[in-house]
């Protein structure tokens, strides 16, 4: 029944990409050495409107300017989340201004630079031995994610993040670290790590440019072996259904197993004229793409192992087995075992259907393209964050390497908060002011705005009593910003 539904399905997308061959001027089919292949002509830029680039320029000059420290103290102040953090030992009394020393903390290790320089001898709450303390006792893996759930969910509820998604669509992609110090934890790759050892920080962005998973991989294994973990491990309010990601997160498995939990996967492949396309009985007639549509899948395998397949999905779906587990053992191309087989069979049709729809639809194509642009601007975030000791990762023992880049992604998560707040306040000023604002801008706006916030060499953690107290900053006025700024040379 199952199959014989997927069939269908198969035949309707080929027949709807043979039928509109003569409109679809982006798609070519071609000769590639004595068989059928397919060319894509790349997506065409998204002009930008005159009025998109001044509601841009506008609302990123109302920004107020502020120090990192005191913004991490404004997110806390209105979200709670370091409370998310606790003593490694249960029961421990609640420790005095807990919050501006784990801040602290966080502060450094997202920074790179090192308690000592956020330390203060005359602040209990910042002397060394406290800060020292608190991230041997305050920070680990549990608590990280408990606090960045906390961001997450608070990006979630405000209307103009809710504008750029609603947090079912989400990117997969990995920021390399080089590692420079000596440890079994980092690999080699010539590609990202010339001469030296690095770790991959493979993270998970949803639609509201929040990040809400984040594995640490020595070196650069395969992302595939990752990608499903970020979807079933995850512990926001968020539940993506779709997931983009670039060719290294792809393979058949990956397709078969995102289909069976209910997932989309829609990667943005590389090689496309290198994609085979697949079908399920060869007296199929698929008109001018018959040839492209030339290799079988083994349906029977399918068949015989349908049920074990469901298993494996209610597996994975209640926890019983972990993602990263169930790859590594499906993905053994040498050793796949019957069931690693037949679920990369089922993946063959899956893939079949994503590649229809990929050359089918431009605004497909663009979707994906937006969301992984997102991923990319996340990540460049997130180096501007990472800035001390020239962007290495110094950390010697794994727990540490998680640690640290789980503070990175919680500090960039704030950063994201506190500009969405502010550019929805910018944006509700300016409506007031300039009438409506087409819907389609404002979902190409970003949070991901950190020229404003300085980062380098102060970090003051006094926020005045009234920001404490849930207001906001002032905005500032766009035009006397331009006024000062035309008055430097």
Not at 185 to 203: I, L, S
Not at 408 to 415: E, I, K
Request: charged share 20%; aromatic share 8%; glycine share 8%.
């Amino acid at each position: 029944m199952e199959l014989s539904a997927l069939q269908q399905r198969v035949q309707a997308a080929y027949a709807e990409v043979s039928e509109n061959l003569e409109q679809n001027t982006a798609l070519q089919l071609v000769q590639q050495d004595g068989h059928l292949a397919v060319e894509l002509r790349a997506v065409p830029a998204h002009p930008e409107s005159e009025q998109l680039a001044d509601l841009r320029a506008q609302l990123t000059a109302c920004l107020p300017q502020v120090d990192v420290a005191a913004l991490l103290l404004e997110v806390e102040a209105f979200t709670d989340f370091t409370s998310a953090f606790t003593h490694v030992a249960d029961g421990q009394p609640a420790t005095a201004d807990l919050p501006l020393s784990v801040c602290a903390v966080l502060l450094a290790q997202a920074c790179n630079v090192g308690l000592k320089t956020v330390a203060r001898a005359d602040v209990p709450a910042l002397t060394p031995a406290r800060l020292l303390w608190v991230q041997q006792h305050y920070l680990r893996v549990e608590t990280l994610t408990a606090a960045n759930a906390r961001l997450v969910d608070a990006q979630a509820q405000l209307p103009l993040a809710q504008a750029w998604g609603g947090g079912d669509v989400a990117s997969a992609d990995g920021l390399r670290f080089v590692v420079p110090v000596r440890t079994v934890h980092a690999g080699w790759n010539r590609k990202y790590f010339p001469g030296q050892r690095g770790v991959t920080y493979y993270n998970f962005t949803s639609d509201q440019f929040t990040g809400f998973h984040g594995i640490v991989i020595p070196g650069t294994l395969r992302d595939s072996l990752f990608i499903l973990a970020g979807l079933l491990e995850q512990q926001t309010s968020l539940d993506p259904r779709e997931i983009m990601a670039d060719t290294h997160g792809y393979s058949d498995v990956v397709f078969g197993l995102f289909a069976l939990l209910g997932y989309r996967f829609s990667p943005r492949l590389a090689d496309l004229s290198d994609q085979r396309f697949w079908r399920l009985r060869k007296e199929d007639d698929y008109g001018p793409l018959n040839a492209l549509g030339r290799h079988m899948v083994n349906a029977q395998l399918i068949h015989d192992h349908w049920e074990d397949m469901l298993r494996l999905a209610g597996s994975l779906k209640l926890g019983k087995v972990k993602a990263t587990a169930v790859m590594r053992t499906l993905q053994r191309a040498s050793t796949l075992s019957g069931l690693g087989r037949a679920v990369a069979e089922f993946g063959r049709l899956e893939k079949t259907l994503y590649l229809l729809a990929y050359v089918q639809d431009e605004a497909y194509r663009r979707r994906i393209l937006v969301q992984l642009n997102r991923g990319e601007g996340r990540h460049a975030a997130a180096r501007a964050v990472f800035h001390g000791k020239k962007g290495e990762l110094r950390q010697r023992y794994r727990e540490g390497m998680e640690d640290q880049l789980g503070a990175l992604g919680l500090v960039v998560n704030a950063l994201v908060l506190w500009n969405t707040r502010y550019l929805q306040r910018a944006l509700k000023q300016w409506q007031e002011t300039h009438g409506a604002v087409d819907p389609a801008d404002i979902g190409r706006l970003s949070p991901l705005l950190h020229e404003h916030v300085n980062m380098l060499g102060r970090y003051d953690f006094n926020l005045p009593a009234r920001i404490a107290a849930g207001e906001l900053r002032p905005l500032r006025d766009p035009a006397s910003w331009e006024e000062r700024l035309a008055k430097f040379p």
